[in-house]
Each structure stands twice: as C-alpha cells, then as structure tokens.
C-alpha cells in the first residue's frame, strides 16, 4: 500500500497560480502511475493530470491543457501539478492518487477506478 500526502492549497484571485505537492511512501516501488483528480461543491470527482511513473508520459484533461502542468520526482517519490491562469472554476478539493496498476494504455489512467491510493485532499479556492 502506497500512503499519500498532499500540500499547497489555498485561496488565490482569478488569473493567479499555485503548486500542489503529493508525497509517496510505503510501497512506493509498486507505483506506476501518479493523478491529480478534483471534487468541486456538488459535483463527481474529475480527473486533472497524469503522470506514467516510468516514462513520464501525461495525460490532461482539456480544461486544464496548456495551464496546469504535472511532473513527477522519482527520487524524492513526489508528484507536483503547477497551476496557472486559474479560474474560479477550478475551485476544488483536489486529490493526489496512486495506481499500482501496469498497463501500456496511458488513458486507463484517466479513470479514478484505476487509483488504489488516495491522499486527504486539498482545498483550492480561486476567487473572482
């Protein structure tokens, strides 16, 4: 089992930035994918990014391509997703999760069923 540990939220006006950080421990040798999903105020849980942990490949979702980056550390096992340009519909809590699950289609990795591990969330309020 892979623990997950997120930091970095907060308030921030529109057009502003901010960092999320997702540190991994325990099991950590069994990762082979990293995400970023959110949850905002009455609504499912979305998928934001991911990164393949072998060969850093991503995925995004469009509402965030060209804003939001993810990057993975594989030494320091952390997963960060800068973002840019932030609006107040990215007003979430957001979620860093695991996937100990191989697979050589990078879009399973889309799918929150495809996470075995969950971080507490993080809130991000983006004020207008």
């Known amino acids: 089992q892979v623990q997950l540990v997120e930091s970095g939220g907060g308030l921030v006006q529109a057009g502003g930035s901010l960092r999320l950080s997702c540190v991994a421990s325990g099991r950590t040798s069994s990762l082979f994918a990293m995400g970023w999903f959110r949850q905002g105020p009455g609504k499912e849980r979305e998928f934001v990014a991911a990164?393949?942990?072998?060969?850093?490949?991503?995925r995004y979702t469009d509402s965030v391509k060209g804003r939001f980056t993810i990057s993975r550390d594989v030494v320091k096992n952390t997963v960060s997703l800068q973002m840019n340009s932030l609006k107040p519909e990215d007003t979430a809590v957001y979620y860093c999760?695991?996937?100990?699950?191989?697979?050589?289609?990078?879009?399973?990795?889309?799918?929150?069923?495809?996470?075995?591990?969950w971080g507490q969330g993080t809130q991000v309020t983006v004020s207008s």
């Open positions: 999760a695991a996937s100990d699950r191989g697979t050589a289609y990078i879009d399973y990795y889309t799918s929150k069923n495809t996470y075995t591990s």
């Open positions: 990164e393949v942990w072998s060969s850093g490949s991503t």
